[in-house]
């Protein structure tokens, strides 16, 4: 069973600070693996998405790494704004025989930027 | 173009009731899935469409969920005889098909059970 941890489970920085937010995952049999941001009240924000293949994707100022063999995956933010203040989650799409693809999530990091 | 869209934003019902949630997925999007977001169990995946086949039900937590979906498209997730462990935030998703593409997730219903 896919097992997802997220590390640290909250985060609070003055603004300007580069990010790094930890997750990782029990089972490497994965398709891709999604990084998404919820705002309060509501719903998902999908962020990046790193096919099982590659090693990271990059969006602006939001980077995403990959290492499938050791189940982690790090998204890393530069220059944060008070903007970023969310919390951020990571979710791998699971390939093992059977599955629909479905997500498992960590429980998430909430983070503050502060201006 | 129109993302995911979901109803009704919120619902408060009472305890017993039968309750209705709708998801409109992104046009085009053969795979449709629902997740739901608790405080206490964070988001977890209930149940899964991919075009004609048979639905992926592993993640409902009862017999009192159920959910079709329609034409391939509209889906209604049905929670009989709510109870109060059932309030939650319940979010749809849908992508281009299963596997490699991105998951789109609607707003979500906010389930108030009294």
């Known amino acids: 069973k896919q097992e997802v941890t997220q590390i640290p489970a909250a985060l609070s920085v003055p603004e300007g600070e580069n990010l790094v937010l930890n997750c990782s995952f029990t089972d490497s049999a994965i398709y891709n693996l999604q990084w998404f941001r919820q705002d309060p009240g509501k719903g998902l924000t999908s962020l990046l998405l790193i096919q099982s293949s590659q090693r990271e994707q990059t969006s602006g100022r939001l980077n995403a790494s990959l290492d499938k063999s050791s189940g982690r995956s790090t998204l890393y933010i530069a220059a944060s704004q008070p903007g970023d203040s969310a919390t951020y989650l990571c979710a791998p799409q699971c390939s093992f025989s059977g599955n629909t693809g479905k997500l498992i999530f960590g429980q998430g990091t909430t983070l503050q930027v502060k201006p | 173009g129109a993302g995911v869209s979901q109803s009704p934003s919120n619902k408060v019902t009472e305890k017993g009731k039968d309750v209705e949630l709708r998801c409109d997925p992104i046009?085009?999007?053969?795979?449709l899935y629902w997740y739901r977001q608790s405080l206490g169990q964070g988001l977890e995946f209930l149940i899964y469409?991919?075009?004609?086949?048979?639905?992926?039900k592993s993640g409902l937590p009862s017999d009192r969920f159920s959910a079709e979906r329609t034409g391939g498209s509209v889906s209604t997730l049905t929670i009989q005889r709510t109870q109060q462990e059932d309030s939650a935030v319940y979010l749809c998703?849908?992508?281009?098909?299963?596997?490699?593409?991105?998951?789109?997730f609607g707003p979500g219903t906010r389930l108030l059970v009294l």
């Open positions: 998703a849908s992508s281009l098909e299963e596997g490699l593409w991105t998951q789109y």
């Open positions: 469409f991919q075009g004609n086949s048979a639905p992926d």
């Open positions: 046009s085009g999007h053969t795979a």
